[in-house]
């Protein structure tokens, strides 16, 4: 099963990542502007219906916006580097998170690409993850409690990221029939995005493929193929084979669809190398960087550790 052995610091450095690609989100941010589009546009969707009006009254002004920005993006610095207590920095740091995504599905229609990694964000507080520090390379030992809470928390952010692909799948083949897959949904798609307003400015690339036939043919072929692998997405849990394939094309999906559909999950790209590669694959990679950088920190802690255990060693309780 995948994260079976899961380290402290490979937990840990899975809270710092996913904290920052929230920081990375924040910054490219924009909902300071929202200061400038009518009031009456704000519809208070979820949980925010719970919070009073006279709030969003004093919220959504340019200084409201951008305190709660900033707040916001302190409360993510310290979760990222891990900050204690944990829950007292992490749970304050959650709800600011999410009432800033609800401000932006209050003025606009309801986006579901950032909702992963926000789930993910609820169960990292919950856990206090904090094993792993930016500077230091140190273990400590943990009791079979402790892994078993880690492996825990790993299956529930990995169910956060494939139970959505599994409903999304069974739902599409539950409500549609086999025309659904022989009508020309994908041309259409890509036309719409082709000729109309987008995000990206890929317009070119979407028409270069709708001149192509071969290419549509592979993307009309491929979307069954995705919507069983969207639908299967939870074996990637137990069968790693399977997961190779499975991460080989949901990544080429999901790139495909920027230029096609307008559409870039990139949240949910960016949890994959830490949920759905088994082992402490990018952590071990951020060692060797960080030994690159500061390799006198490092051998300065390598001859602490040499020197400590020379000293355990000769000491009286262990001779003889």
């Excluded at 919220?59 to 990222?80: D, I, R």
């Excluded at 029939?177 to 690339?205: C, K, M, N, R």
């Excluded at 995705?226 to 991460?247: C, D, K, M, N, Q």
């Excluded at 390799?295 to 009286?316: G, I, L, M």
């Amino acid at each position: 099963m995948i994260h079976a052995r899961i380290t402290d610091r490979g937990a840990g450095f899975v809270r710092a990542w996913i904290f920052s690609i929230w920081i990375v989100y924040l910054l490219g941010n924009m909902t300071a502007q929202f200061a400038q589009l009518p009031r009456e546009q704000f519809v208070r969707r979820g949980v925010l219906a719970l919070i009073p009006e006279r709030f969003y009254d004093v919220l959504l002004t340019p200084v409201g916006l951008h305190t709660l920005k900033w707040v916001l993006m302190a409360g993510l610095v310290a979760c990222a580097l891990g900050v204690r207590p944990w829950r007292a920095v992490a749970l304050p740091t959650v709800l600011l998170l999410t009432l800033h995504q609800g401000l932006q599905r209050g003025y606009f229609y309801a986006l579901h690409k950032e909702m992963a990694a926000l789930y993910a964000t609820y169960i990292l507080a919950a856990f206090p993850a904090t094993g792993f520090s930016w500077f230091a390379s140190g273990r400590t030992k943990r009791s079979e409690g402790d892994e078993a809470t880690t492996r825990l928390m790993m299956l529930m952010l990995l169910a956060v990221v494939l139970v959505p692909y599994s409903l999304l799948g069974i739902r599409r083949l539950a409500h549609n029939d086999f025309t659904f897959w022989s009508q020309d949904l994908i041309p259409y798609f890509v036309a719409a995005h082709a000729h109309g307003t987008t995000w990206y400015g890929l317009e070119s690339v979407a028409e270069s493929v709708l001149d192509n036939t071969f290419l549509l043919r592979v993307f009309e072929i491929g979307f069954p193929i995705v919507t069983v692998a969207e639908v299967l997405a939870p074996l990637v849990i137990v069968y790693s084979r399977f997961r190779r394939g499975w991460l080989l094309l949901m990544v080429g999906f999901h790139i495909s669809t920027l230029p096609l559909m307008d559409i870039f999950f990139w949240e949910t790209l960016l949890l994959y190398p830490v949920l759905l590669v088994d082992g402490d694959f990018l952590l071990d990679r951020f060692d060797r960087l960080r030994d690159r950088v500061m390799p006198a920190e490092s051998d300065s802690a390598s001859r602490f550790d040499c020197t400590t255990s020379a000293s355990q060693t000769d000491s009286p309780a262990t001779v003889g």
